[in-house]
Structures are given as C-alpha cells and as structure tokens.
C-alpha cells in the first residue's frame, strides 16, 4: 500500500524559509513532485523531480527561490523554500507518479500524478 506523508509546514514572515518533506513507500516511482492550492484558487505545479537521474523542473513563479531534492535511499522528496512571499500562501501537496515524463505538459499537471500525501499549509505573513 502507497503511503505519502508530508512534514513541514507552518507560518513564516515573509523573506523566510520553510522546507517541506514527503517521504513516500508501498513502490518505486517514477517522478514525484509538489502543487499547491489557494484558497479560491485551482491547483497549481509548484516543482517536480525525475527519480532517476534527479532532474528539477519549477514553475516559473518559485524559481530561483525554491530548490526541490531527493534522497534516494529514503524515497523522500524536500522542497526548501527561501524568501517566501505572502502570494506563497496555500496548501502544499505532494504527489509522485509511476512513470515520470520530461515533456513539461506532462509534469505540470495533476492528472499526471497516481498518489497523492495529505496536504501540509503554509502561511506566509506580510
């Protein structure tokens, strides 16, 4: 059975970090990546990785700011995220997906992804 669970939120000022983790079990994946949510607002791609290999890909909106890494040895994923901003403020979730494509239609939508963790909020205050 595939578990995800999620760790790491909370509430920072603005300009500050947080690093979200999501170890996940029960298979080997192909690709896992992170998406968050708003309120009001539809889902969106946050950062995605390759197993194999360790490619990144980010949504233009945190790159440069936040740095997705794996380790492979404990299946887990962490999202360090640096100078926040207030327009950061959602639900972060984590998903990983059996196979993994590097096409960015692929990777950037939630269809994409089998498995999915609970969820973990970050606030950011202005």
């Not at 009001?40 to 980010?58: H, L, P, Q």
């Not at 096409?103 to 950011?124: A, E, L, M, N, P």
Request: hydrophobic share 30%; net charge positive.
């Amino acid at each position: 059975q595939v578990q995800m669970v999620e760790s790491g939120g909370g509430l920072v000022q603005a300009g500050g970090s947080l690093r979200l983790s999501c170890a996940a079990s029960g298979r080997t994946f192909g690709g896992m990546g992170w998406f968050r949510q708003a309120p009001g607002k539809e889902r969106e791609f946050v950062a995605a990785i390759r197993w194999s290999g360790g490619n990144t890909y980010y949504a233009d909106s945190v790159k440069g700011r936040f740095t997705l890494s794996r380790d492979y040895a404990k299946n887990t994923v962490y999202l360090q995220m640096n100078s926040l901003k207030p327009e950061d403020t959602a639900v972060y979730s984590c998903a990983a997906a059996k196979t993994f494509d590097t096409d960015s239609y692929y990777y950037r939508i939630s269809h994409s992804y089998g498995y999915w963790g609970q969820g973990t909020q970050v606030t950011v205050s202005s």
